[in-house]
Protein backbone atom coordinates (compact mmCIF):
# COMPACT_ATOMS: atom_id res chain seq x y z
CA UNK A 1 0.00 0.00 0.00
CA UNK A 2 0.94 3.50 -0.74
CA UNK A 3 0.45 4.75 2.45
CA UNK A 4 -1.62 8.13 2.82
CA UNK A 5 -1.23 10.52 0.44
CA UNK A 6 -1.38 14.16 0.61
CA UNK A 7 -1.14 16.71 -2.25
CA UNK A 8 -0.09 19.47 -2.99
CA UNK A 9 3.20 18.57 -0.86
CA UNK A 10 3.59 22.81 -1.14
CA UNK A 11 1.21 25.21 -1.37
CA UNK A 12 2.19 29.15 -1.46
CA UNK A 13 -0.89 31.29 -1.96
CA UNK A 14 -1.97 35.14 -1.67
CA UNK A 15 -3.92 36.32 1.40
CA UNK A 16 -7.86 36.05 0.51
CA UNK A 17 -7.56 32.99 -1.86
CA UNK A 18 -9.16 29.83 -1.38
CA UNK A 19 -7.15 26.74 -0.73
CA UNK A 20 -7.69 22.95 -1.01
CA UNK A 21 -5.94 20.80 0.51
CA UNK A 22 -6.08 16.81 -0.50
CA UNK A 23 -6.25 13.58 1.13
CA UNK A 24 -6.21 9.82 0.45
CA UNK A 25 -6.32 7.53 2.96
CA UNK A 26 -5.22 3.87 3.82
CA UNK A 27 -7.57 1.38 1.87
CA UNK A 28 -9.89 -0.23 4.27
CA UNK A 29 -8.93 2.26 6.62
CA UNK A 30 -12.84 3.67 8.36
CA UNK A 31 -11.53 6.57 10.21
CA UNK A 32 -9.96 10.03 8.77
CA UNK A 33 -8.03 12.98 10.74
CA UNK A 34 -7.31 15.78 9.62
CA UNK A 35 -4.15 18.16 11.98
CA UNK A 36 -2.50 21.34 11.76
CA UNK A 37 0.87 21.61 13.45
CA UNK A 38 2.79 25.02 14.36
CA UNK A 39 5.54 25.58 16.06
CA UNK A 40 3.59 27.86 18.64
CA UNK A 41 0.22 25.52 18.69
CA UNK A 42 2.14 22.08 18.02
CA UNK A 43 -0.08 19.63 17.02
CA UNK A 44 -3.85 20.28 16.67
CA UNK A 45 -6.62 17.75 15.27
CA UNK A 46 -9.06 19.73 13.58
CA UNK A 47 -11.38 17.42 12.60
CA UNK A 48 -12.20 13.76 12.13
CA UNK A 49 -14.52 11.13 10.02
CA UNK A 50 -15.89 7.81 10.81
CA UNK A 51 -17.26 5.64 7.51
CA UNK A 52 -17.15 9.19 6.08
CA UNK A 53 -19.32 10.98 8.33
CA UNK A 54 -17.84 13.86 10.30
CA UNK A 55 -17.78 12.98 14.12
CA UNK A 56 -15.64 16.03 15.84
CA UNK A 57 -15.10 19.23 14.23
CA UNK A 58 -14.33 20.90 17.21
CA UNK A 59 -11.06 21.67 16.67
CA UNK A 60 -11.77 23.84 13.08
CA UNK A 61 -10.94 26.85 13.73
CA UNK A 62 -13.29 29.03 12.37
CA UNK A 63 -15.65 29.21 9.43
CA UNK A 64 -13.15 29.78 6.96
CA UNK A 65 -12.46 26.32 7.52
CA UNK A 66 -14.44 23.49 5.87
CA UNK A 67 -13.58 19.48 5.14
CA UNK A 68 -15.71 17.02 3.64
CA UNK A 69 -15.29 13.28 2.52
CA UNK A 70 -17.41 11.93 -0.19
CA UNK A 71 -16.47 9.12 0.01
CA UNK A 72 -14.27 6.60 1.53
CA UNK A 73 -10.70 6.84 -0.45
CA UNK A 74 -10.77 11.03 -0.64
CA UNK A 75 -11.15 13.95 1.73
CA UNK A 76 -10.77 17.13 1.28
CA UNK A 77 -9.83 20.68 3.29
CA UNK A 78 -10.60 23.80 2.77
CA UNK A 79 -9.93 27.14 3.40
CA UNK A 80 -11.93 30.44 2.02
CA UNK A 81 -10.73 32.69 2.61
CA UNK A 82 -6.88 32.12 3.66
CA UNK A 83 -5.08 34.35 5.92
CA UNK A 84 -1.53 34.57 7.12
CA UNK A 85 -2.43 32.57 10.67
CA UNK A 86 -3.58 29.79 8.35
CA UNK A 87 0.13 28.96 7.76
CA UNK A 88 0.98 25.60 9.02
CA UNK A 89 1.60 21.90 7.79
CA UNK A 90 -1.81 19.88 7.58
CA UNK A 91 -1.14 16.67 8.30
CA UNK A 92 -3.59 13.86 6.83
CA UNK A 93 -3.78 10.47 9.08
CA UNK A 94 -6.20 7.46 8.59
CA UNK A 95 -6.44 4.39 11.04
CA UNK A 96 -8.92 1.17 11.40
CA UNK A 97 -10.76 2.60 13.81
CA UNK A 98 -13.24 1.07 16.78
CA UNK A 99 -15.39 -0.66 14.60
CA UNK A 100 -12.63 -2.71 13.52
CA UNK A 101 -11.45 -3.77 16.64
CA UNK A 102 -8.01 -1.65 15.97
CA UNK A 103 -6.03 0.20 18.42
CA UNK A 104 -6.53 3.44 16.98
CA UNK A 105 -3.03 3.29 15.43
CA UNK A 106 -2.98 6.36 12.76
CA UNK A 107 -0.71 6.60 9.58
CA UNK A 108 -0.15 10.30 8.63
CA UNK A 109 1.10 11.01 5.10
CA UNK A 110 3.98 13.47 4.48
CA UNK A 111 1.51 16.73 4.95
CA UNK A 112 1.25 19.97 2.89
CA UNK A 113 3.46 22.82 3.65
CA UNK A 114 0.73 26.08 3.11
CA UNK A 115 2.47 29.39 3.05
CA UNK A 116 -0.30 32.30 2.51
CA UNK A 117 1.30 35.40 1.98
CA UNK B 1 -6.49 21.42 27.56
CA UNK B 2 -6.28 17.33 27.49
CA UNK B 3 -3.02 17.81 25.57
CA UNK B 4 -0.28 15.58 27.56
CA UNK B 5 2.85 16.74 28.26
CA UNK B 6 6.84 15.76 27.33
CA UNK B 7 9.73 16.44 29.17
CA UNK B 8 12.47 17.18 28.06
CA UNK B 9 11.19 19.65 25.25
CA UNK B 10 14.85 19.33 23.66
CA UNK B 11 17.75 16.21 24.42
CA UNK B 12 20.94 16.25 22.53
CA UNK B 13 23.34 13.41 23.17
CA UNK B 14 26.30 11.52 21.50
CA UNK B 15 25.84 8.65 19.24
CA UNK B 16 25.90 5.16 21.83
CA UNK B 17 24.24 6.79 24.53
CA UNK B 18 20.61 6.10 25.95
CA UNK B 19 18.19 8.65 25.46
CA UNK B 20 15.28 8.88 27.93
CA UNK B 21 12.13 11.16 27.37
CA UNK B 22 8.68 11.32 29.72
CA UNK B 23 5.29 11.89 29.01
CA UNK B 24 2.20 12.94 31.14
CA UNK B 25 -1.32 12.74 30.93
CA UNK B 26 -4.44 13.96 32.22
CA UNK B 27 -7.22 11.17 31.92
CA UNK B 28 -7.62 7.81 32.18
CA UNK B 29 -6.91 5.72 29.46
CA UNK B 30 -6.77 2.53 27.38
CA UNK B 31 -3.51 2.33 25.31
CA UNK B 32 -0.57 5.07 25.04
CA UNK B 33 1.58 4.93 21.85
CA UNK B 34 4.67 6.91 21.02
CA UNK B 35 5.11 8.29 17.71
CA UNK B 36 8.65 9.87 15.67
CA UNK B 37 8.41 12.75 13.64
CA UNK B 38 11.54 13.26 11.23
CA UNK B 39 12.08 16.81 9.89
CA UNK B 40 9.43 17.80 7.13
CA UNK B 41 7.58 14.40 7.58
CA UNK B 42 4.50 13.14 9.11
CA UNK B 43 4.38 11.40 12.21
CA UNK B 44 5.29 7.38 12.40
CA UNK B 45 3.71 4.86 14.84
CA UNK B 46 6.62 3.41 17.25
CA UNK B 47 5.20 1.56 19.40
CA UNK B 48 1.90 1.21 21.39
CA UNK B 49 1.27 0.18 25.35
CA UNK B 50 -1.77 -1.05 26.85
CA UNK B 51 -3.69 0.02 30.03
CA UNK B 52 -2.70 -3.49 31.82
CA UNK B 53 1.02 -3.68 30.50
CA UNK B 54 3.42 -1.82 32.67
CA UNK B 55 6.96 -2.54 29.96
CA UNK B 56 7.17 -3.18 26.36
CA UNK B 57 10.07 -3.52 24.12
CA UNK B 58 10.78 -3.40 20.44
CA UNK B 59 14.24 -3.74 19.17
CA UNK B 60 16.39 -0.33 20.63
CA UNK B 61 13.24 1.09 22.16
CA UNK B 62 11.77 0.40 26.26
CA UNK B 63 8.48 1.99 26.75
CA UNK B 64 7.25 1.92 30.19
CA UNK B 65 3.65 2.91 31.72
CA UNK B 66 2.79 3.82 35.04
CA UNK B 67 -1.28 4.40 35.13
CA UNK B 68 -1.22 5.60 38.63
CA UNK B 69 1.00 8.08 37.79
CA UNK B 70 -0.55 8.72 34.02
CA UNK B 71 2.97 9.00 33.07
CA UNK B 72 5.46 7.23 30.84
CA UNK B 73 8.89 7.07 29.69
CA UNK B 74 10.54 6.22 26.00
CA UNK B 75 14.27 5.07 26.22
CA UNK B 76 15.99 4.67 23.14
CA UNK B 77 19.06 2.17 23.49
CA UNK B 78 22.50 2.82 21.79
CA UNK B 79 21.20 5.91 20.06
CA UNK B 80 22.70 6.52 16.48
CA UNK B 81 22.52 9.91 14.47
CA UNK B 82 19.05 8.55 12.53
CA UNK B 83 17.57 8.53 15.35
CA UNK B 84 17.62 12.27 15.56
CA UNK B 85 13.37 13.44 15.42
CA UNK B 86 11.07 14.89 17.37
CA UNK B 87 9.17 11.85 19.92
CA UNK B 88 5.02 12.34 20.45
CA UNK B 89 3.10 10.14 23.17
CA UNK B 90 -0.41 9.74 22.23
CA UNK B 91 -3.13 8.54 24.13
CA UNK B 92 -6.49 7.81 23.22
CA UNK B 93 -9.44 9.22 24.12
CA UNK B 94 -12.56 7.39 25.34
CA UNK B 95 -15.39 6.09 22.96
CA UNK B 96 -13.47 8.20 20.33
CA UNK B 97 -11.10 6.74 17.86
CA UNK B 98 -9.21 10.45 18.46
CA UNK B 99 -5.95 10.57 20.14
CA UNK B 100 -4.46 12.96 22.33
CA UNK B 101 -0.47 13.91 21.29
CA UNK B 102 1.91 15.26 23.58
CA UNK B 103 3.71 18.21 23.39
CA UNK B 104 6.77 16.50 21.65
CA UNK B 105 10.53 16.01 22.72
CA UNK B 106 13.00 17.13 19.92
CA UNK B 107 15.91 14.91 20.06
CA UNK B 108 19.47 15.60 18.84
CA UNK B 109 22.05 12.77 18.39
CA UNK B 110 25.29 13.86 17.20
CA UNK B 111 27.61 11.31 15.68
Known amino acids: DAGVIQSPRHEVTEMGQEVTLRCKPI?????LFWYRQTMMRGLELLIY????????DSGMPEDRFSAKMPNASFSTLKIQPSEPRDSAVYFC???????????????FGAGTRLSVL | SQQGEEDPQALSIQEGENATMNCSYKTSINNLQWYRQNSGRGLVHLIL?????REKHSGRLRVTLDTSKKSSSLLITASRAADTASYFCATDARNTDKLIFGTGTRLQVFP
Open chain 2, 49 to 53: IRSNE
Open chain 1, 93 to 107: ASSLGRISGGAHIQY
Open chain 1, 27 to 31: SGHNS
Open chain 1, 49 to 56: FNNNVPID
